[in-house]
């Protein structure tokens, strides 16, 4: 079965902490993806990658960067957290043109 | 730029009736749309996707239309049960780069028995 799992539910951090949010799947996708999801507003795109070491800003980039290293691996992180970044953070994989799997999501509180 | 509408964000109806969802998009030429089911606290899960030489697209009691004239998707649940009521998003390839999607901000169905 397909799976893409986000290594954490819940998140509580400081103001000014650096986050990790890890996201890993299993099922060999060359895509993967970071939303946010607010009340309102909607799944906004924040970065995706296509391969290995690429990554490509999506609509929302500013106050985060990710990291690549492995296929299976997709890392997101807060450089300084603010309070305007408390969210649910949600990873996904695809093969291109097909389906999006996401993962259980993260609830982040900054506090 | 790109813009993704579903008109209703909310949708109330009655056990066993029909639901129908609308998603419009503009300025754009998407070569397949998608639609997800998105329970509270979870993350969205696919359910159908079709494409722009695909009219229309059938699974179990889900239809999906798609009228690039219009640029338009209907999304369809026959026979609807209390169990079907979730946030149902659209989504539709970003522009540039074209592999990531972007999705609408849903239109949460209630069914009542």
């Known amino acids: 079965d397909v799976k893409v799992t986000q290594s954490s539910r819940y998140l509580v951090k400081r103001t000014g902490e650096k986050v990790f949010l890890e996201c890993v799947q299993d099922?060999?996708?060359?895509?993967m993806f970071w939303y946010r999801q607010d009340p309102g507003l909607g799944l906004r795109l924040i970065y995706f990658?296509?391969?290995?070491?690429?990554?490509e800003k999506g609509d929302i980039p500013e106050g985060y960067s990710v990291s690549r290293e492995k296929k299976e691996r997709f890392s997101l992180i807060l450089e300084s957290a603010s309070t305007n970044q408390t969210s649910m953070y949600l990873c996904?994989?695809?093969?291109?043109?097909?389906?999006?799997?996401f993962g259980q999501g993260t609830r982040l509180t900054v506090v | 730029s790109q813009k993704i509408e579903q008109n209703s964000e909310a949708l109330n109806i009655q056990e066993g009736k029909t639901a129908t969802l609308t998603c419009n998009y503009t300025?754009?030429?998407?070569?397949?749309l998608q639609w997800y089911r998105q329970d509270p606290g979870r993350g969205p899960v696919f359910l159908l996707l079709?494409?722009?030489?695909?009219k229309e697209k059938r699974k179990e009691r889900l239809k999906v239309t798609f009228d690039t004239t219009l640029k338009q998707s209907l999304f369809h649940i026959t026979a609807s049960q209390p169990a079907d009521s979730a946030t149902y998003l659209c989504a539709l390839e970003r522009g540039q780069a074209g592999t990531a999607l972007i999705f609408g901000k849903g239109t949460t169905l209630s069914v009542s028995s």
């Open positions: 996904a994989s695809s093969l291109s043109q097909f389906e999006a799997f």
């Open positions: 079709i494409r722009e030489n695909e």
């Open positions: 099922m060999d996708h060359e895509n």
């Open positions: 300025n754009y030429s998407p070569a397949y």
């Open positions: 990658s296509y391969d290995v070491k690429m990554k």
